[in-house]
Structure formats: C-alpha cells, structure tokens
T-cell receptor
C-alpha cells in the first residue's frame, strides 16, 4: 500500500532553472496539498486542490504553480527557481468529509537551489 | 487570523516518565483536532485525533478544552522511541473547508536514557 508517493526525493537546481515535483496518491482522496517546511517556520501551505481539475492558493503560493489533471496526481512546478525556494516539500492528501479529515503525507522532496 | 501555538521545547524527559504538553488555538469554531508526530527529516504522521470527550491510545492521552481553546497530549511511561517533534493541528473553518487545517510549529521532545 503506497499511500502518498513523491518524486524526486532529492534535487539540486541552479537559480533560474525550472522543475516539477510529482505527487501521486492511491487512496482515492479528493483533496491534495503541497506544503513547504523550513526550520523554525513549520509547515506552510503552498497550493491545494479539492478535486480533479481544480486548484487554489494557500498561504505561500508565489513562485509556484500546480496542476491536477488526474485525481491521483498533484504536480508542483517551479518556473524559475530561486534560493529562497530551498526547502523540504511535502505533499499530502485527505478524503472528503463533513469536517476536515486528517491528512496523509508523502515522505518529502528535499530541494536545494544554488 | 489562524494561530496554533505550541511551546517549541525541547522537553528533556527521562525514560519512563510522564510528559504533557499543550497547544492553544484561536478560533472557537474549530471542529477538528489532531496530534501528529514528526521524526527528524521525515514526514509528519498522524498520531491521534482529539475528540471532545478526550481519548486514549495506549500510552497516549489527548484532551480538548473548548472553553480555554487548547488541546493537550499526555505520554505515559515514555520510551526512547517517543523522541520526536509533536505537531498540533487544528482546523479553521473558512467555508471552503479543504484548506482549513493549520499546523503548529511543533514541540520537540527528547527522551533520555
């Protein structure tokens, strides 16, 4: 049972390069999320999706774009990477519910921008 | 404003002791409460949900105090493997719902042999 899978697990980029982080979940969850986690800052929501074909901005969306073309996949894109985007990125998913359900996390992508 | 406040610690506790820490939240309309555990350089993992009447899972007890807007986590007979960062998570109903979970910055617990 894979749960939430993130690829790649590690990446080093040069300033200005672009890349896409992939998140895949096999739990048929409606909601998916991208967070970044920095020392002393906790988890901060970048973008989220409430279903296939829909996305919305979170707390820190600038510099990122997302797409959810298929229910099981949620892609996070960096069009022009900046050193400030060096972070650990976590994807999460959760089922639909009357109240917020707990989120299930992938094991993270460690991204360094030089 | 969405606020979930936790004492960052670290809490240094001898093995076998009981330790408790609290988390305060600012929205009285919050309905979902969770404790997550995060090990160093790993992903957060759900430890337990927190129910209105309080709930227990083995050595772990979670309680909710709506009047004072805090939740607590009690760990009995602490083990070395309990060393981790514990994240308090609260929902902030905003109409849409999906973005409503706010994570605290975590309390760092170190169990010492």
């Amino acid at each position: 049972n894979a749960g939430v899978t993130q690829t790649p697990k590690f990446r080093v980029l040069k300033t200005g390069q672009s890349m896409t982080l992939l998140c895949a979940q096999d739990m048929n969850h409606e909601y998916m999320y991208w967070y970044r986690q920095d020392p002393g800052m906790g988890l901060r929501l970048i973008h989220y999706s409430v279903g296939e074909g829909t996305t919305a901005k979170g707390e820190v969306p600038d510099g990122y774009n997302v797409s959810r073309l298929k229910k099981q996949n949620f892609l996070l894109g960096l069009e022009s990477a900046a050193p400030s985007q060096t972070s650990v990125y976590f994807c999460a998913s959760s089922p639909l519910g009357v109240v917020n359900q707990p989120q299930h996390f992938g094991d993270g992508t460690r991204l360094s921008i030089l | 404003r969405k606020e979930v406040e936790q004492d960052p610690g670290p809490f240094n506790v001898p093995e076998g002791a009981t330790v408790a820490f609290n988390c305060t939240y600012s929205n009285s309309a919050s309905q979902s409460f969770f404790w997550y555990r995060q090990d160093c350089r790993k992903e957060p993992k759900l430890l337990m949900s927190v129910y209105s009447s309080g709930n227990e899972d083995g050595r772990f007890t979670a309680q909710l105090n709506r009047a004072s807007q805090y939740i607590s986590l009690l760990i009995r007979d602490s083990k070395l493997s309990d060393s981790a960062t514990y994240l308090c998570v609260v929902n902030y109903p905003s109409g849409g719902g999906a973005d409503g979970l706010t994570f605290g910055k975590g309390t760092h617990l170190i169990i010492q042999p």
